[in-house]
């Protein structure tokens, strides 16, 4: 079993950052997948970012490639989301996932979830 809590969502400009931290408790962190999704209001949960258990072939939407960082810390069981030149578009729910096995684009394949954190960008 696998508890995972967000943390560092707010508000903020278009053109500024934010950085979103999951921590994760219960045993063998270092094994699983750990991916960020998003919901905006009115829209489907997406894929934003993922990480394998070796931090290796990280994924990246299209949509946020070249202004989005995943990593990964398996000493501390953290996941962390860097996110820069923020869009009014990044505005949603941002959600910390795991999975056992290698990187997922379903929501449906991950097991473990946070409870969110509220992203939003302002013009």
């Known amino acids: 079993q696998v508890q995972l809590v967000e943390s560092g969502g707010g508000l903020v400009q278009a053109g500024g950052s934010l950085r979103l931290s999951c921590t994760a408790s219960?045993?063998?962190?270092?094994?699983?997948?750990m991916a960020w999704f998003r919901q905006a209001p009115g829209k489907e949960r997406e894929l934003v970012t993922a990480?394998?258990?070796?931090?290796?072939?990280?994924y990246y939407a299209d949509s946020v490639k070249g202004r989005f960082t995943i990593s990964r810390d398996n000493v501390k069981n953290t996941v962390d989301i860097q996110m820069n030149s923020l869009k009014p578009e990044d505005t949603a729910d941002y959600y910390c996932?795991?999975?056992?096995?290698?990187?997922?684009?379903?929501?449906?394949?991950?097991?473990?979830w946070g409870q969110g954190t509220q992203v939003t960008v302002t013009e």
């Open positions: 996932a795991a999975r056992r096995f290698g990187v997922a684009v379903a929501a449906a394949a991950y097991d473990y």
């Open positions: 990480i394998p258990w070796n931090g290796s072939k990280t």
């Open positions: 219960g045993r063998s962190f270092s094994t699983y997948t």
